[in-house]
């Protein structure tokens, strides 16, 4: 008995906020207190939702706005844990290019947007470009110093013990390197997504970012809502299937984690 | 009575030959010098190593003891292979020292083990590099993890552990590819008074029935004497062997021995070579004579509770 009352409790407090954040978004629209041409409440926002989903439009939208996001992510991902593995082991070269890598990192992904279409053109190849750009430089960075802060002691284990460098490559400093890969990943996850509807809302006919503006601009004001509702999802859905694949890949960490909260 | 001089007989020509042994490893002149910069930016060096002779037979259990920083580790990661030295011979079976040695193994204070790996694929690292395929290393390793008393935590993490347990997979995983020589850390340092006593009871049995060389790098007396054949007593920075002292106990020893005279007394003497060299390495100048000496000895004593 106890133990239902402690759930129901705990289900309370993880989601009450959300429930009255909810409510006053619905009030202030209801009482008169903000015009609902600016802001419309929340159970508009759903009926909007029904409404795309009714009439396909939404997966249209999603669709292309997944297809530029991860493939985007993609590239960015691999390039830059490949890249970083490198850089991070040859730490010469890493000293030597490092100032470059902190100089692009700080040029920002839509400032950079008008070069990309000047030489990719205004398609989806431009937008792939912004994205990948975003998504980029946290695994990159992320995995240099994942590799760079390998703890020396397990190197020398590993060597002791007769290891090649090959194999202390795939076997001690991937391994080791891998939990700030993983939180690289999880930040270029979230910088695409800022990206993508940046992208989106600059020369676009599809896609959530495309959808959001384009309501805005023929005052279906539910219709903007409910693509930054679903925006959000879409990015909390990104986040989840990364955190699982994160898990997956550093399961040993986990009971690591609890104790260092504990 | 016939019978009893018998095998008095024997255990003379044992000890006969086993006073023949061969030397494993011999260290001539080594030297280790780090560059630096000094207080004024210019270059410099510290010498961490300096005109350092020592001699390990072939099976022997030989403990290097020593004040903090006064390069018994650099010694042993030089001979590990892991480190370089500036000048000097090393010599390993009649080959100069090149490079980490793949009959050596090392067992480090700080464990060292791969926290992404299980207990027995830790135990297995070894074997794996030596190319032993996965079912036979798999066999091995449990096997080793069993004499460390760990057979119900192979499948277990290493941050599930305690530090005592952490240790001992750490020496199983050095026994398992079955090296010649055994070069440990203070790897016992960072546990509690009674996990190491423990542990060191059953280093000893483990050595005893496997008679490997060791060579065991500790700050602490008692358990440099307890465990040893033989005791080398390192000056503070820069390093050489100041003495070594036999440490002529029977074995197999009990943990109770430590309360015998004859250990009282090799403790003392080598705390009276080590004394001057722990108060160096403090900072503390050794006795002046003719000062009084109350305070002098009283520092003495603090350091020698440091010590042990």
């Known amino acids: 008995m106890r133990k239902w009352s402690n759930i129901l409790y705990q289900t309370w407090y993880r989601s009450a906020?959300?429930?009255?954040?909810?409510?006053?978004?619905?009030?202030?629209?209801?009482?008169?207190?903000?015009?609902?041409?600016?802001?419309?409440p929340p159970t508009e926002v759903i009926v909007a939702i029904q409404e795309l989903i009714s009439t396909g439009d939404l997966w249209v939208h999603v669709a292309s706005s997944l297809q530029r996001s991860l493939s985007g992510l993609i590239i960015a991902i691999t390039s830059g844990i490949v890249l970083g593995l490198i850089l991070g082991w040859f730490k010469k070269f890493e000293a030597f290019i490092d100032p470059l890598l902190q100089l692009f990192r700080q040029i920002s992904a839509f400032a950079l947007f008008p070069v990309f279409i000047l030489f990719l053109g205004i398609g989806e190849v431009s937008k792939s470009a912004i994205i990948f750009w975003a998504?980029?430089?946290?695994?990159?960075?992320?995995?240099?110093s994942g590799v760079k802060h390998v703890d020396k002691l397990?190197?020398?284990?590993?060597r002791s013990m007769g290891a090649s460098q090959p194999y202390i490559f795939r076997k001690v400093i991937i391994p080791a390197a891998a939990p700030g890969i993983f939180t690289g990943i999880r930040l270029g996850g979230a910088y695409c997504i800022t990206a993508l509807v940046a992208a989106e809302m600059i020369g676009s006919a599809s896609g959530l970012g495309f959808y959001i503006l384009n309501s805005q601009e023929i005052f279906q004001i539910p219709h903007m809502y409910a693509g930054i509702i679903l925006l959000a999802f879409l990015g909390l859905g990104l986040n989840y299937i990364l955190a699982l694949v994160e898990s997956r890949f550093t399961k040993w960490k986990k009971g690591l984690v609890r104790d260092e909260a504990a | 009575m016939e019978n009893l001089l018998d095998s008095r007989c024997i255990i003379l020509v044992e000890k006969r030959s086993g006073a023949k042994v061969t030397v494993k490893i011999q260290a001539m002149n080594v030297k280790k010098a780090f560059p630096v910069q000094n207080e004024y930016g210019k270059k410099d060096q510290i010498i961490v190593l300096d005109d350092f002779q020592l001699q390990v037979q072939e099976g022997e259990f030989l403990s290097i003891l020593g004040p903090s920083g006064c390069g018994k580790s650099t010694f042993l990661s030089i001979l590990a292979g892991l480190t370089s030295k500036t000048s000097g011979e090393l010599i390993v079976d009649g080959q100069p020292v090149n490079g980490v040695n793949k009959k050596h193994s090392v067992v480090f204070q700080g464990y060292a083990l791969f926290p992404w790996l299980t207990v027995v694929e830790n135990v297995e690292t070894g074997l794996e590099i030596r190319g032993v395929l996965k079912k036979e290393r798999r066999e091995i390793a449990l096997e080793y993890i069993n004499l460390v008393g760990l057979y119900t935590f192979a499948n277990r993490y290493p941050h599930e552990l305690s530090g005592g347990m952490k240790q001992r997979v750490a020496i199983a995983r050095s026994l398992a590819y079955n090296p010649d020589v055994l070069l440990m850390d203070e790897p016992f340092g960072a546990l509690d008074a009674q996990t190491r006593e423990i542990l060191q009871t059953e280093l000893l049995r483990i050595w005893e029935s496997s008679k490997k060389t060791i060579i065991f790098i500790t700050h602490s007396l008692d358990e440099a004497i307890y465990l040893s054949d033989r005791v080398a007593i390192m000056t503070a920075r820069p390093g050489r062997v100041k003495k070594i002292i036999d440490i002529p106990l029977e074995r197999p020893r009990q943990f109770e021995i430590r309360n015998s005279e004859e250990f009282v007394q090799l403790r003392q003497e080598a705390w009276e070579v080590l004394k001057d060299e722990v108060l160096q390495a403090q900072g503390v100048n050794p006795p002046q004579e003719g000062v009084p000496a109350k305070r002098v000895e009283q520092k003495g004593k603090i350091a020698n509770e440091k010590v042990v």
Do not use: M, Q
């Open chain 1, 17 to 40: 906020a959300i429930v009255i954040f909810l409510l006053i978004w619905e009030l202030l629209p209801r009482l008169g207190l903000v015009s609902k041409a600016y802001l419309s």
């Open chain 1, 135 to 144: 998504a980029f430089w946290p695994i990159l960075l992320n995995t240099v």
């Open chain 1, 154 to 158: 397990l190197i020398d284990s590993a």
